[in-house]
């Protein structure tokens, strides 16, 4: 069974540029989530899906990151426009209970 | 104060030592810990689960101390291959996890 998977692996862009990361869950899994590592810091959560739904996104930094998860299967997280502090690796998770939470491979997005 | 902490270490031991790692949680109310295990530029993979009566798979053991607030794991007869970060996790009533900032072993030869 394929695992969680993310696109880009890596992504370099300038500050004020958008960038959408994608996130392609285990199939069959309601739950999905993302978190995010900045350097020196621990992974932090950002947001949870039920399916379509936004379940949680009491940790989205602030207006300039947008997620959506359209016919609940795969997830974007789009961050426009991108600044310098947004650099770290993005993680994206999926599950059917919420307490096995199986994780993608991240990428990773330096801003410069 | 952080919600879950760790010494962040590193550990350097030798194969076959045993390590312990800590680590504390500020809500009293959390009820599932996890540790999770993070090499180098990789994703994190659910190491155990941890129970209040301990659990124990192979060389490792995992303790929780409800009333200290405390998780602990145990790594009995280290291997090369036991070099990587271990993240203390606990999930919130949310569903979301929390994360320490993990403690780093390097076993040396």
């Known amino acids: 069974e394929a695992g969680v998977t993310q696109f880009p692996s890596h992504s370099v862009i300038e500050k004020g540029q958008t960038v959408t990361l994608r996130c392609d869950p285990i199939?069959?899994?309601?739950?999905l989530y993302w978190y995010r590592r900045v350097m020196g810091k621990e992974i932090k959560f950002l947001l949870h899906f039920v399916k379509e739904s936004k379940q949680d996104e009491s940790g989205m930094p602030n207006n300039r990151f947008l997620a959506e998860r359209t016919g609940g299967t795969y997830s974007t997280l789009k961050v426009q426009p991108a600044e310098l502090e947004d650099s770290g690796v993005y993680f994206c998770?999926?599950?059917?209970?919420?307490?096995?939470?199986?994780f993608g491979p991240g990428t990773r997005l330096t801003v410069t | 104060r952080k919600e879950v902490e760790q010494d962040p270490g590193p550990f350097n031991v030798p194969e076959g030592a045993t390590v312990a790692f800590n680590c504390t949680y500020s809500?009293?109310?959390?009820?599932?810990f996890f540790w999770y295990r993070q090499d180098c530029r990789k994703e994190p993979k659910l190491l155990m689960s941890v129970y209040s009566s301990g659990n124990e798979d192979g060389r490792f053991t995992a303790q929780l101390n409800r009333a200290s607030q405390y998780i602990s794991l145990l790594i009995r007869d280290s291997k090369l291959s036991d070099s990587a970060t271990y993240l203390c996790v606990v999930l919130s009533n949310t569903g979301k996890l929390i994360f320490g900032q993990g403690t780093t072993l390097q076993v040396k030869p």
């Open positions: 199939s069959g899994h309601d739950n």
């Open positions: 809500n009293s109310a959390s009820q599932s």
């Open positions: 998770a999926s599950s059917q209970a919420p307490y096995e939470q199986y």
